[in-house]
């Protein structure tokens, strides 16, 4: 999927930014969670990717709290920055990891997965949703977008486009085991 070196790579530059990404992305990342909050509500949440916690804000303020939000990022700084995080009623917990790790990370089990502007239409993304299903419960769904000129839904269906570079899809009817 990715080599170690991207992945660092990737961690320095969200450390750099983090004491400005909400200013920077803050809006155009709410904007992309829009129709999700009948998914999240009540649930066990992993958000792959999560950033400042922008979505954990944006559940709170559509009154879809969340009962567990677990918060999973490569960037330490971009964790530090979780304001919501802090402050939130629900059960939270921060990791330092990267994505492809999550699978292996984790033995509970989630209702609902994001993965919000993290993917790019050049990974795996089918392996990588194949190995998060493994920590999805009965009836949970994955919620990701691709980045990427050609970007479309490798597992599960297209719910929205988000501009010509990005695409929402949702992993939902999967076969438990």
Request: overall charge negative; hydrophobic content about 40%.
């Amino acid at each position: 999927m990715r080599k170690t070196r991207d992945s660092f790579e990737v961690m320095e530059y969200y450390d750099t930014i983090a004491p400005s990404y909400n200013e920077l992305y803050g809006d155009e990342q709410l904007s992309k969670y829009r129709g999700i909050e009948d998914i999240c509500k009540g649930a066990k949440i992993l958000d792959i990717g999560c950033g400042t916690g922008l979505l954990l804000k944006y559940l709170r303020v559509v009154g879809a709290d969340p009962r567990l939000y677990v918060c999973l990022d490569i960037s330490r700084e971009m964790l530090e920055r979780c304001d919501e995080c802090k402050e939130s009623g629900a059960v939270v917990e921060r990791v330092a990891s990267d994505m492809e790790l999550a699978s292996s990370l984790f033995i509970e089990k989630f209702e609902c997965i994001t993965l919000f502007t993290v993917l790019l239409a050049t990974y795996d993304i089918r392996n990588l949703l194949e190995e998060l299903i493994r920590i999805l419960s009965p009836g949970g769904r994955i919620v990701y977008t691709i980045l990427g000129s050609a970007a479309s839904c490798p597992l599960g269906h297209e719910v929205r486009r988000l501009g010509r570079m990005e695409v929402l899809c949702i992993v939902d009817n999967v076969p438990q085991t």
